[in-house]
């Protein structure tokens, strides 16, 4: 039986499985695609093996998880693909009300610790659809992630935009990490030879795709609604290893994340041990 293994649906992790696809790695386990909030559900549920999941809900379930090494969605800075979109300076919006998308955990909470710590204001907070113009017609505010982000950064409007990840790297000079690449504990104990080849499979996509992100913009570009230049610009900005320096962004947003009570505590990271001889 084959790996069932998550595959985020947004362009941010779309050289990943480009690439699976043109090495022929993906027929050696069955994707599911979605957003990263339902990838999250279906492994905790058991219904996949191996996926990427926000990197709070990590936190949530790590009682259940295992993480693999070296692989995540972070930036060091700006990112383009979440933001929020405001009628009014972010420093107004206390009390009025923020339209957090419903496709991302984590960014809802960088979202909530951004406004609090470096605006100092307390919304009031409402999840819906992604959506920018419903959104509008309830929100002074709303939080996009992924292609609506993307879409929104390409073509600005009248609204103020705040990127988040540029606005966490001023507020704490630390990288921030946005998704995590997770194995249910009991499965990576069943079956650690598939979790291998599955981790080996998305490391040397990484490593191709790093090297060919002119040809992927160029590729991607003809049925997406970017240009390649500004998809090779979102590409080279994005980060997928999980360093040092990535792993102290990690524990940062962690302990911020607790402080404002979206998480009842901050767990050790663990991650899958592999043997080397093996890889």
């Known amino acids: 039986m084959r790996p069932r293994v ?3 649906q947004f362009l941010n992790c779309l050289p990943l499985y480009h690439m699976l696809v043109r090495s022929g790695a993906v027929l050696d386990m069955d994707l599911y695609k979605d957003t990263p909030i339902a990838l999250c559900r279906r492994l905790i549920d058991g219904k996949l093996d191996i996926s990427p999941v926000p990197a709070i809900e990590y936190a949530r379930h790590a009682a259940d998880l295992l993480l693999l090494p070296d ?9 383009m693909s979440i933001l929020l979109v405001s009628k009014v300076p972010a420093e107004k919006l206390q009390g009025r009300p923020v339209a957090l998308t ?5 960014s809802q909470v960088l979202a909530k610790i951004i406004l609090q710590e470096k605006f100092g204001v307390a919304p009031a907070y409402f999840e819906c659809p992604p959506d920018l113009p419903e959104m509008f017609r309830e929100a002074d505010a ?11 950064c390409a073509h600005p409007g009248k609204y ?6 540029a606005e966490w790297k001023e507020l704490t000079g630390e990288a921030m990490v946005y998704a995590v690449w997770a194995v249910r504990r009991s499965y990576a104990a069943k079956h650690p030879e598939r979790v291998a080849v599955v981790y080996e499979s998305f490391k040397s996509s990484i490593i191709e795709s790093l090297e060919r992100v002119d040809a992927i913009a ?8 970017f240009t390649a230049a500004f998809l090779r610009k979102y590409f080279k900005g994005l980060q997928y290893s999980f360093g040092p320096e990535y792993r102290a962004g990690f524990k940062a947003y962690l302990a911020k994340a607790k402080k404002i009570g979206a998480l009842d505590r901050v767990p050790k990271l663990e991650f899958v041990r592999f043997d080397a001889k093996k890889l």
Do not use: C, K
């Open 160 to 165: 103020l935009q705040y990127d988040l990840g």
């Open 102 to 106: 419903n496709t991302s955990a984590t």
């Open 142 to 152: 709303a939080l996009l992630i992924g292609d609506d982000a993307l879409r929104a």
């Open 218 to 225: 160029r590729d991607i570009a003809a049925w997406e609604p």
């Open 6 to 8: 998550g595959h985020i």
């Open 71 to 79: 692989l995540t969605v972070s930036s060091n800075g700006r990112v």
